[in-house]
């Protein structure tokens, strides 16, 4: 969803473009469509149309010098977004000011040449932009033509994007780089962008859909839709997918609805919930991540999260037939007595119970499932767990981790905190019912499990949303009747649920 910035120091650098598809003018639209203000400093003005790229005339450098000592002084930009820059004066200008700013996040689409091959930058200006800029970048977005100027690389075809963006990375000490795989396109294949992480770790984002033609003003856009939504406080991994739905979207569009080949970004479309699961792209930080798990073969329903072992058998006898097992701060000894007792009372009273992160003991003991959260799927042998037939449940709080999750085909994907909660630390705001609605659209056949803050009042309203399951942690292991409790919620399931099949394990 789009927040609202009523100040929201964004600064765009970059040429003109007549036809308003790329260059600065787009990047004000992009704003405009993400709800962010932005100011722009005018470096360059083309002479092109819809066809051809004909002229660059570079701004005067003592005019660009006016332009944007004035605008950095009055707006004091946390993120600057820049794209042709057509001078060394201008390079120069920019990299003092970041220098002096380090805390400004600077994103620069390399654009060195038009589509059609004519450079926009000379060898002396390319060559200042490469020792004085690109250092500074905090996200660098070139596509595959730019990085070959960037790495002088005329065989870089033959090489992986994952090599090509690492070298980019180290060479030039560049915090991020997003290589662009629209221009790796052949037959049958979708692009695939690649986002750079720590060391040689990345994050490979690939569109559900090949468009087939030059859609004008996607790289701009792309970039500009980033810039805007880090302005808006997003982490870059979740500013990127977001980008890339909305660009998906506008692509659509200007494939099936417009009379032109390119991106508009014409009205608040953003506003828009964000539940086209085609739009979403698919999300993995290993290329061979693609699996699919065991499915739930009832619904999930009423599924608490406990601490310990003897809960179960509690539970089990009051109904329950799912369980999560949430074992923290034991030894090695105790996690595996405790899971190994857990599946035996699992078994005896046919449950379905999901170990949380102790993956290992639970192919071990052969355990129904595994719940994972986003920095245990980093660690975890996905592998050995689909080849050991276990269900697999993820955590997810954003959109870059619900794309990521969705890409792996769990047995059930859960959001959480969904209102506020102090059983542990959360780094992400309540999510909300709006949010639980949207995620049930995207999750589409996947179950879909609520987590966070839910106790008695909420249960009505969040089973209302669609969901498969209702997960509580207090609820449960805070209560002065759990008898009561768990009827309680078996009764707003049962109203939920309605009359759906159960099975037997």
């Given at each position: 969803?789009?927040?609202?910035?009523?100040?929201?120091?964004?600064?765009?650098?970059?040429?003109?473009?007549?036809?308003?598809?790329?260059?600065?003018?787009?990047?004000?639209?992009?704003?405009n469509y993400f709800k962010v203000d932005c100011a722009a400093v005018?470096?360059?003005?083309?002479?092109?149309?819809?066809?051809?790229?004909?002229?660059?005339?570079?701004?005067?450098?003592?005019?660009?010098?006016?332009?944007?000592?004035?605008?950095?002084?009055?707006?004091?930009?946390?993120?600057?977004?820049?794209?042709?820059?057509?001078?060394?004066?201008?390079?120069?200008?920019?990299?003092?000011?970041?220098?002096?700013?380090?805390?400004?996040?600077?994103?620069?689409?390399?654009?060195?040449?038009?589509?059609?091959g004519g450079m926009l930058m000379n060898a002396d200006i390319v060559?200042?932009?490469?020792?004085?800029?690109?250092?500074?970048?905090?996200?660098?977005?070139?596509?595959?033509?730019?990085?070959?100027?960037?790495?002088?690389?005329?065989?870089?075809?033959?090489?992986?994007?994952?090599?090509?963006?690492?070298?980019?990375?180290?060479?030039?000490?560049?915090?991020?780089?997003?290589?662009?795989?629209?221009?790796?396109?052949?037959?049958?294949?979708?692009?695939?962008?690649?986002?750079?992480?720590?060391?040689?770790?990345?994050?490979?984002?690939?569109?559900?859909?090949?468009?087939?033609?030059?859609?004008?003003?996607?790289?701009?856009?792309?970039?500009?839709?980033?810039?805007?939504?880090?302005?808006?406080?997003?982490?870059?991994?979740?500013?990127?997918?977001?980008?890339?739905?909305?660009?998906?979207?506008?692509?659509?569009?200007?494939?099936?609805?417009?009379?032109?080949?390119?991106?508009?970004?014409?009205?608040?479309?953003?506003?828009?919930?964000?539940?086209?699961?085609?739009?979403?792209?698919?999300?993995?930080?290993?290329?061979?991540?693609?699996?699919?798990?065991?499915?739930?073969?009832?619904?999930?329903?009423?599924?608490?999260?406990?601490?310990?072992?003897?809960?179960?058998?509690?539970?089990?006898?009051?109904?329950?037939?799912?369980?999560?097992?949430?074992?923290?701060?034991?030894?090695?000894?105790?996690?595996?007595?405790?899971?190994?007792?857990?599946?035996?009372?699992?078994?005896?009273?046919?449950?379905?119970?999901?170990?949380?992160?102790?993956?290992?003991?639970?192919?071990?003991?052969?355990?129904?499932?595994?719940?994972?959260?986003?920095?245990?799927?980093?660690?975890?042998?996905?592998?050995?767990?689909?080849?050991?037939?276990?269900?697999?449940?993820?955590?997810?709080?954003?959109?870059?981790?619900?794309?990521?999750?969705?890409?792996?085909?769990?047995?059930?994907?859960?959001?959480?905190?969904?209102?506020?909660?102090?059983?542990?630390?959360?780094?992400?705001?309540?999510?909300?019912?709006?949010?639980?609605?949207?995620?049930?659209?995207?999750?589409?056949?996947?179950?879909?499990?609520?987590?966070?803050?839910?106790?008695?009042?909420?249960?009505?309203?969040?089973?209302?949303?669609?969901?498969?399951?209702?997960?509580?942690?207090?609820?449960?292991?805070?209560?002065?009747?759990?008898?009561?409790?768990?009827?309680?919620?078996?009764?707003?399931?049962?109203?939920?649920?309605?009359?759906?099949?159960?099975?037997?394990?």
């Open positions: 969803m789009i927040k609202e910035n009523n100040k929201a120091n964004l600064l765009v650098i970059g040429g003109i473009d007549p036809t308003a598809h790329a260059g600065v003018l787009q990047d004000i639209k992009v704003a005018i470096s360059a003005n083309t002479v092109q149309n819809d066809r051809d790229f004909m002229m660059l005339n570079a701004v005067d450098d003592a005019i660009f010098y006016e332009q944007f000592t004035a605008i950095v002084n009055a707006h004091k930009p946390q993120v600057i977004k820049s794209g042709v820059l057509a001078s060394v004066a201008q390079i120069k200008m920019l990299s003092k000011f970041l220098q002096a700013n380090p805390q400004v996040k600077y994103i620069c689409d390399p654009v060195i040449a038009t589509s059609s060559s200042v932009f490469k020792q004085q800029l690109l250092p500074l970048c905090y996200l660098l977005t070139p596509n595959l033509p730019e990085a070959a100027i960037l790495l002088n690389d005329e065989n870089i075809n033959q090489k992986a994007p994952v090599e090509i963006a690492h070298t980019l990375k180290s060479l030039y000490g560049i915090q991020y780089v997003l290589l662009k795989g629209g221009h790796a396109l052949v037959e049958n294949q979708r692009g695939c962008d690649y986002l750079t992480l720590a060391s040689q770790e990345g994050v490979h984002y690939q569109s559900k859909a090949v468009y087939e033609g030059n859609i004008r003003g996607t790289g701009c856009a792309l970039a500009s839709s980033i810039a805007a939504l880090m302005t808006q406080g997003e982490e870059i991994t979740e500013a990127i997918c977001i980008a890339k739905y909305h660009l998906s979207q506008q692509m659509d569009k200007a494939v099936n609805d417009l009379p032109q080949l390119e991106v508009r970004y014409l009205s608040y479309y953003a506003q828009d919930a964000m539940d086209n699961v085609s739009y979403l792209p698919e999300v993995s930080y290993q290329k061979t991540e693609h699996k699919k798990y065991p499915q739930m073969y009832h619904p999930i329903g009423f599924y608490p999260v406990v601490d310990h072992v003897d809960w179960l058998e509690k539970l089990a006898k009051l109904g329950v037939r799912t369980i999560q097992l949430r074992l923290k701060d034991l030894s090695q000894d105790e996690l595996g007595t405790q899971i190994k007792k857990a599946n035996s009372v699992a078994k005896a009273y046919n449950l379905s119970l999901f170990i949380n992160d102790h993956w290992q003991l639970a192919i071990k003991h052969q355990c129904f499932g595994v719940h994972l959260g986003q920095e245990d799927l980093d660690a975890a042998n996905l592998h050995e767990i689909a080849q050991a037939g276990l269900r697999l449940g993820i955590s997810t709080h954003n959109y870059v981790e619900l794309a990521r999750a969705l890409t792996l085909k769990p047995s059930y994907i859960a959001l959480g905190p969904i209102y506020p909660t102090t059983t542990k630390e959360m780094k992400f705001n309540e999510q909300g019912l709006d949010k639980l609605r949207i995620w049930r659209k995207l999750c589409q056949e996947t179950p879909l499990v609520a987590i966070g803050g839910i106790f008695e009042p909420q249960m009505s309203d969040v089973w209302k949303c669609g969901v498969d399951g209702v997960a509580v942690v207090s609820y449960i292991t805070k209560t002065q009747d759990l008898q009561r409790a768990v009827a309680t919620a078996q009764d707003f399931e049962q109203i939920a649920l309605g009359n759906r099949i159960e099975y037997s394990i």
